[in-house]
């Protein structure tokens, strides 16, 4: 099953990776300042998992990757970077597929 693994940095703040069944991260989030934040981000990401809310972008050395936002148009995770479009294709199908009923792994 696919989670999401919140973490707090050496720094203090808090940011989540959501992974899928195998550990391969799908998406990250911003750094944010509170624990609550962060949680709110994983909330957020469950909400509009399941929405058109996918920005398709590409890198400056051509790789692929994909934002996704929130109703207000705020990035709520980005995705680590593909070869293809077609293994960002399906980064996001399993992010649709899973993202709203994964557990939180808490690691703070």
Do not use: P, W
Request: glycine share 8%; aromatic share 8%; net charge neutral.
């Amino acid at each position: 099953m696919a989670s999401f693994e919140l973490r707090k940095t050496e720094g203090g703040q808090f940011n989540f990776s959501l992974k899928n069944e195998e550990g391969k991260t799908l998406l990250k989030s911003e750094q944010y300042q509170s624990k609550t934040s962060a949680q709110n981000g994983i909330e957020s990401v469950r909400k509009n998992s399941t929405l058109e809310h996918y920005a398709l972008e590409n890198s400056k050395d051509g790789k692929f990757y994909f934002n996704l936002k929130s109703s207000n148009g705020q990035v709520v995770g980005t995705s680590v970077l593909y070869a293809t479009e077609a293994e960002r294709a399906g980064a996001i199908a399993e992010v649709k597929k899973d993202a709203a009923k994964a557990k939180v792994e808490d690691h703070c």
